[in-house]
């Protein structure tokens, strides 16, 4: 296995802390809102790190957080008069399960930042004990930057500019420009504060993740986790800051290689609230599979930033057609092995830097090739069940493929459609049982003109959207 590094900006050799393990941790989202694309984006990148690894016999733990404590949380609680709970609960729900409609295995770790608050407190002491944290007039607890001499590392950045640094706080009693917030403390009569000994308030951002880490990996006495994850608009300041709080709390590097997934743009357009064109999830799921937009999602290079059109997506839905009306071609039936050489492709492709372009590639050649040797030989039961294995490994390490096939091209057709189907389709049992093959036929015609194809078999009348 072969990453890129986005900290020495290389490929590198996966070579983990434990030998056949590996520790992942992937900043989940702020639940105060629906999922968007991005969201997706991000938890596809790394569900196909996490299946690769596990493909390549890696025991992997991975851990994904929520950061249900934010200034625009307690915005949103203002906002509708509900409870802090009640928000992030329902978002964390919703999240959860549009990442399963999606193909996305639920993380082995799925920390809250209200479940750590201790951890919190006890690195922000450990940081102030050791003069690198500080506690201003207010109760606000900075981060003195210049302390870290390896600060900037992972980024190769540092903006002098303290408006650069997303939701920093701005205070004339910061040390250094680029010192950032470990703990806001509470104003006034705000409710959602917690007690801790150097001020009433609520975490910062950054340092939610430093102290879950902490709290549920083990690492070493040089890493605390093998591959720290998330998207690229992450790896400054967040990730930036993370590394550095992290490292002069506990004497070691926070991750041993850093990976970031690219962009969402919308025509060619970042996705952005501010620009008014952020594509909710949920509304994407409403048209389409949650296979299809995995398959479309995946379909660019992890790293390279994504184009979300339409076209485009229609296109690479025609694309995993392809692929199960090869599984419909051969189902049912049972699975044998997967081809040797088939699998091998797929592990070296995924294996170099989840190079998701050859692994696709190698499916369509096997689709092509697969068809052209059932043409020849239509009854080949050694094939069928090979096929079928090669679809199930397909499945396992992509997380397409899996469904029935006349199942999957049913998706889209109404209920009352598909009522009114199955109605048609039992009139024409029943008039084949009566030797009444001209309304037989006409039946078939009828479906046919509503875009709908019948098949035959031995498990009943089947059929699909054509």
């Known amino acids: 296995m072969h990453i890129y590094d986005s900290a ?3 490929k590198l050799p996966f070579e983990p802390i434990k030998s056949g393990e590996a520790s992942i941790y992937v900043c989940g989202p702020t639940v105060y809102d629906d999922a968007h694309l991005g969201h997706a984006r991000s938890s596809l990148a790394f569900d196909l790190l996490s299946r690769t690894l596990k493909a390549l016999d890696y025991k992997v733990t991975m851990g994904k957080n929520f950061t249900d404590i934010d ?3 307690i915005k949103k609680v203002e906002a509708t008069g509900k409870s802090m709970e009640e928000i992030t609960t329902y978002y964390i729900a919703r999240y959860l399960e549009e990442m399963a409609a999606l193909g996305v295995q639920r993380a082995d770790i799925e920390p809250k930042a209200t479940e750590s608050l201790e951890a919190i407190e006890k690195m922000i002491q450990n940081l102030i004990d050791k003069d690198i944290a500080y506690v201003i007039s207010t109760g606000d607890v900075y981060f003195d930057t210049s302390k870290d001499a390896a600060y900037g590392n992972i980024s190769h950045r540092v903006a002098e500019d303290e408006d650069a640094q997303s939701r920093v706080v701005h205070t004339s009693e910061k040390r250094n420009p680029k010192d950032f917030a470990l703990w806001k403390a509470c104003k006034g009569n705000e409710d959602i504060c917690f007690d801790t000994a150097f001020s009433r308030g609520r975490p910062g951002w950054h340092i939610e993740c430093s ?3 902490e709290k549920h990996f083990t690492g070493s006495e040089k890493y605390s986790i ?5 998207g690229a608009d992450l790896l400054f300041p967040h990730h930036e800051n993370e590394a550095a709080q992290s490292r002069c709390a506990t004497g070691h590097e926070l991750s041993k290689y850093w990976m970031h997934n690219g962009f969402v743009q919308i025509d060619g357009e970042k996705m952005s609230k501010s620009l008014g064109n952020s594509f909710f999830l949920k509304d994407a799921l409403k048209i389409y599979d949650g296979e299809v937009l995995r398959y479309y999602l995946n379909s660019v290079h992890y790293r390279n930033d994504f184009n979300f059109s339409e076209e485009d997506l229609q296109k690479s839905k025609k694309r995993l057609d392809k ?12 699975a044998s092995l997967p081809n040797k050489n088939f699998k091998k492709s797929l592990l070296d492709a995924m294996g170099d830097d989840l190079n998701i372009s050859i692994a696709l590639a190698n499916i369509d050649e096997l689709i092509s090739i697969t068809n052209d040797a059932l043409d020849a030989n239509p009854k080949d039961k050694g094939l069928k069940k090979e096929t079928l294995a090669n679809i199930a490994f397909i499945n396992t390490l992509l997380g397409f493929g899996g469904k029935e096939p006349f199942s999957y091209f049913q998706i889209g057709v109404d209920e009352a459609l598909k009522e009114e189907i199955e109605t048609l389709i039992n009139e024409r049992l029943k008039a084949k049982k009566e030797k009444d093959f001209a309304r037989s036929d006409a039946i078939r015609d009828t479906l046919s003109e509503k ?13 699909e959207k054509a």
Do not use: C, F, N
């Open 71 to 73: 200034d625009k949380i």
């Open 211 to 213: 102290a879950m880490i």
């Open 8 to 10: 020495q900006k290389t």
């Open 226 to 230: 093998d591959i720290h994850g998330g």
């Open 451 to 463: 875009g709908i194809a019948i098949m035959d078999t031995t498990e009943g009348t089947l059929w």
């Open 323 to 334: 692929l199960y009306r090869l599984k419909k071609r051969v189902s049912p039936g049972k």
